[in-house]
């Protein structure tokens, strides 16, 4: 017979010990890392963006308006978006910073517009230019699934009606506010307003705003204005709780393009 080999009982806790020290072996480690490493390849495009922007330079408000230019490469006209890390806890209901901005030279963007009115209100909605107007029928299309507009403006005394799209139109953003001027009786002027460049925006629960100003195909100078604009709107929003450094940081960028720092000093007004 053949001799066997004696086994060998290896407790869990051994195993445990092993397998320790094994994790904490720093060759294990970045053998590890290698395995799960992935790089990011630049495409020829993105390189020469890249290259026109120094590194840890932070640019004028001015000069990054021209540079944003510069450095996009698509072939359709891309939006220019503006991104403001500020020094405020949202978790806050006194630090939270939403307000109303309207560009000087618009967004550059088709906004359509829906106007949900009482009848007496319809003609003077479609005069100021509203895409759609209307209440009960809209309401029955939107509570079918319809969403097919940038702005929905309403008025007070139809918010009965209205409020109950809110867990349909609150996560689109399409959800009427009076804090930000869509509702209201004067929806004429309100529809002007939104046509014409109004825009609204809000900090997001890491502090950061984020809105679009206007489009690549604009000149540096109506880029720099229309970001001046918002930039300036902020800064009059300032919590009087928020302590510390407002403008944490800034950047000015187009769709698909890397950021570029602005330099807060520069900025007039702020």
């Not at 092993?18 to 904490?24: C, G, L, T």
Request: charged share 30%.
């Amino acid at each position: 017979m053949r001799n066997r080999e004696p086994i060998i009982n290896v407790s869990n806790e051994e195993k445990d010990e092993d397998n320790k020290s094994e994790i904490e072996d720093p060759k294990f480690e970045i053998q590890k890392l290698n395995q799960f490493k992935t790089v990011a390849r630049l495409t020829k495009n993105q390189k020469v963006a890249q290259s026109k922007i120094e590194a840890n330079k932070a640019y004028s408000l001015q000069d990054a308006s021209s540079l944003v230019k510069d450095i996009t490469t698509t072939k359709f006209d891309s939006s220019v978006d503006i991104d403001v890390r500020l020094g405020v806890d949202p978790r806050k209901a006194n630090q939270m910073v939403r307000g109303i901005a309207t560009l000087p030279h618009g967004t550059g963007k088709t906004v359509r517009v829906l106007v949900l009115c009482t009848p007496d209100k319809e003609q003077e909605a479609k005069d100021a230019g509203a895409d759609f107007v209307g209440l009960d029928d809209y309401i029955a299309k939107i509570e079918g699934g319809w969403t097919d507009v940038d702005i929905i403006i309403t008025m007070p005394s139809v918010m009965a009606k209205v409020g109950r799209l809110g867990r349909i139109l609150g996560p689109r953003n399409l959800m009427p506010n009076p804090k930000s001027g869509t509702v209201t009786a004067e929806v004429g002027k309100a529809v002007t307003e939104v046509k014409g460049g109004k825009i609204d925006f809000k900090v997001d629960k890491t502090g950061i705003i984020h809105t679009s100003i206007g489009k690549v195909s604009f000149p540096p100078e109506k880029i720099y204005e229309n970001a001046l604009e918002v930039l300036q709107t902020i800064s009059k929003l300032k919590p009087s709780a928020a302590k510390g450094t407002y403008f944490k940081s800034i950047h000015l960028s187009s769709t698909m393009s890397p950021g570029i720092e602005i330099e807060t000093k520069t900025v007039a007004g702020i």
